[in-house]
C-alpha cells in the first residue's frame, strides 16, 4: 500500500480548533488549566496532554494584515530523529507511512523529546528523581489509521482544511490548490513538506512563506542523533570482540610457552600439566 | 591499614609464607564497591543498548532498570569517596603513581609481551606498586568515571536545559565510556581470573595480601619501598 499523508490547507483553515478537540475526545485526553496569554493559541503549546493544536500567526505582506492558522501536531517525518533514537522501539515507522508511538513500549527517556527538529514529543514526567516518565505525540490516530478510518481531527474540520488520503494524489492536490491560490494574488503559497527531512507525512499549503507559520524553512537534525545506533553503537560490539579475541590469543599463546617450559624438566610441575 | 601492619618480628618458618599487605580494608571495599556499581550499571544500561535485551527496557521494565541503575549511578560516584575517606593515605598514594611515569613504565611496555605470554620476567623492570599496563587502567578508569558522571548527570537532570547537541553529546559520550571501561573490564577480569600466571593477584583484593615472593616478582620497587619501612609484613596462619 502507498504511504499515506494528511494534507493540511491553510487557506482553508479558520482557526476553530476542532481539530484539536477532536483529538482530546477521541483519546480521553484531559484539559489542562491555562491562563490568559494573550493570544488566542490555547494551550500556547504541545503538551503531554495536548497532540494537536491550532497555531495563530499574525503576518503582515504588502502593507496588508493577514491572521495565518496551523493545525499542528507531528509532521511525521520519513528521516525522523525520534525513531532513530529510540531506544525502546516504542517509536517505529509503521507500514502505513506514519510514525507510531506505542506508550506501553515507551521507558521515558525523553531522547525523542530532545532530537525532533519540531519539538513535538512532550514527556509526561512523573517523578524527576527516577525518571518515570511517558512520550507523548500525534500518531495521525494509529489505531483509526489502521483500521481504515480517517483521523479524528480530520474527520470533524467543518471547512474540509485537513484532508487523509494516499500521500502522492494529496500531493498533486496540494501543487494545484498553490497554483490556484498565486493565481488568485496569493503570490507566496507553497508547499510544505514535501521533501523537508525526506518528506513529510502532514502535509501543508500555505499562504506565506513557512516561517510565518512558526516553521523551520529547513529541517534538520544533528549527524550526532542520526549516528547514535547506527554508527557509535556497533562500535561497542567491535571492541568487545578485537578485546577477547586479543586475550584469546594471549591465552593461547601463554599456554603454549607454559607447556613447553614445564615439558624441559620439573618433576612436580608435569604433575599440574596433568592436572 | 590499621591491623596485621606490626612489623614482623621473628622471621617465618616457611619464607613462601610471608605475607606482604598490598590493599588496605578501605582500598578492597572501594573496589568492590566500584565493582558492584560497575556490574549494576553495564547489566541494566546494556538493556538500552542490544536490541536483544529490549524486552527489559521497555515500560514498567525499563523504568525499574533505569532506577537501579540510578541507584547503582550514586553507588558507583559513593566509591572513590569511600576510598579518599578511608584510606587517603593510599589514596593519594595510588594517584601519584598513576601520575607518574617513568623509564620503568617504557620497560614495563617493551618486555610486556614477553612477560604475559611466557612469564619472561628477565627483561621486565621492577614495578612499583602499580605496574604501567595497571596505571594505564587507572587512568582510563579515573578519565572515564568523570566522563560518565558528567554525561549521566546531563541525562538525569539535563533534559530540557541544555541544548540537544550537548544532550545527545552525553549520550555519546556516555556509551564510549562504557566501550572503553567493558574492554578494560574484560581485560581485567582475564588478569586476574583467566591468565595462568597472575591468579595471584585476585587474592590481593580479597584479603588484602600477597606473599613476598609474588611482590618480588611483579611489584618488585613497590616491595624494596615496603622493607625499607617494615610494615604491611605478617606470616600465613600465626
Redesign the interface.
Given at each position: 500500500m502507498s504511504r499515506l499523508a494528511m494534507l493540511f490547507d491553510a487557506s482553508r483553515c479558520i482557526g476553530c480548533k476542532s481539530c484539536q478537540v477532536a483529538c482530546k475526545q477521541w483519546w480521553g485526553l484531559p484539559a489542562s488549566e491555562t491562563v490568559q496569554a494573550g493570544t488566542y493559541e490555547n494551550p500556547t503549546d504541545l503538551e503531554p496532554n495536548t497532540w494537536a493544536r491550532v497555531t495563530f500567526h499574525e503576518y503582515e505582506a504588502d502593507g496588508q494584515f493577514q491572521w495565518l492558522f496551523l493545525a499542528w501536531g507531528c509532521v511525521h517525518c520519513t528521516q525522523a530523529a525520534c525513531v532513530d533514537v529510540c531506544p525502546t522501539g516504542a517509536l517505529k515507522h509503521h507500514a502505513l507511512g506514519f510514525v507510531s508511538l506505542e506508550r506501553e513500549a515507551c521507558n521515558g527517556c525523553g531522547y525523542c523529546s530532545q532530537v525532533c527538529p519540531f519539538q513535538v514529543p512532550r514527556m509526561e514526567t512523573v517523578n524527576l528523581l527516577t525518571g518515570a516518565a511517558r512520550a507523548s505525540k500525534c500518531t495521525f490516530c494509529q489505531d483509526r489509521a489502521t483500521n481504515g478510518l480517517t483521523p479524528a481531527c480530520v474527520k470533524t474540520c467543518p471547512p474540509g482544511a485537513l484532508e487523509w488520503g494516499e500521500r502522492d494524489a494529496l500531493l498533486e492536490k496540494a501543487h494545484a490548490r498553490v497554483e490556484w491560490l498565486k493565481s488568485r494574488g496569493y503570490a507566496q503559497a507553497q508547499v510544505y513538506g514535501e521533501r523537508e527531512l525526506g518528506g513529510l507525512g502532514r502535509l501543508f499549503v500555505l499562504t506565506a512563506p513557512p516561517e510565518a507559520y512558526g516553521l523551520p524553512a529547513n529541517p534538520q537534525y544533528s549527524t550526532l542523533a542520526a549516528s547514535w545506533q547506527n554508527v557509535v553503537q556497533p562500535l561497542g560490539y567491535v571492541a568487545v570482540a578485537a578485546t577477547t579475541l586479543g586475550l584469546a590469543f594471549n591465552w593461547l599463546a601463554t599456554r603454549r610457552a607454559r607447556l613447553s617450559n614445564l615439558e624441559s624438566v620439573e618433576p612436580e610441575a608435569t604433575e599440574e600439566r596433568e592436572a | 591499614m590499621a591491623t596485621s601492619t606490626s612489623t614482623v618480628t621473628k622471621p617465618c618458618k616457611d619464607r613462601r609464607q610471608v605475607l606482604v599487605m598490598r590493599f588496605t580494608a578501605g582500598e578492597r571495599i572501594a573496589h568492590w564497591v566500584h565493582f558492584i556499581a560497575f556490574t549494576i550499571l553495564l547489566g541494566t544500561g546494556l538493556f538500552?543498548?542490544m536490541?536483544a535485551l529490549?524486552p527489559f527496557?521497555?515500560?514498567e521494565?525499563?523504568?525499574a532498570s533505569?532506577?537501579a541503575h540510578?541507584a547503582a549511578a550514586i553507588l558507583f560516584m559513593a566509591a572513590p569517596l569511600i576510598y579518599l575517606i578511608w584510606s587517603p593515605r593510599d589514596f593519594f598514594y595510588s594517584l601519584r603513581e598513576a601520575l607518574t611515569w617513568g623509564p620503568d613504565d617504557l620497560g614495563w611496555l617493551r618486555a610486556a609481551w614477553g612477560y604475559?605470554?611466557?612469564?619472561d620476567t628477565a627483561r621486565m623492570p621492577p614495578q612499583g606498586k602499580y605496574n604501567a599496563g595497571q596505571k594505564f587502567n587507572a587512568l582510563t578508569q579515573i578519565i572515564t568515571f568523570i566522563l560518565f558522571v558528567v554525561s549521566g548527570m546531563i541525562m538525569?537532570?539535563g533534559?530540557?536545559v541544555v541544548s540537544?547537541?550537548v544532550?545527545?553529546?552525553s549520550?555519546?559520550i556516555h556509551?564510549?565510556s562504557?566501550?572503553?571501561t567493558?574492554?578494560l573490564f574484560?581485560?581485567h577480569i582475564?588478569l586476574v581470573a583467566?591468565?595462568?600466571?597472575m591468579r595471584e593477584s585476585i587474592t590481593a583484593m580479597f584479603e588484602g595480601t600477597v606473599t613476598e615472593e609474588f611482590a618480588r616478582e611483579h611489584h618488585g620497587k613497590w616491595l624494596a619501598e615496603q622493607e625499607q619501612e617494615r610494615v604491611y609484613r605478617r606470616c600465613r596462619d600465626e
Open positions: - | 538500552l543498548y536490541p529490549r527496557a521497555v515500560g521494565a525499563g523504568e533505569r532506577l540510578r604475559y605470554t611466557r612469564g538525569w537532570f533534559k530540557g540537544p547537541a544532550f545527545v553529546g549520550v555519546i556509551d564510549l562504557m566501550m572503553a567493558v574492554a574484560i581485560l582475564y583467566v591468565h595462568p600466571l
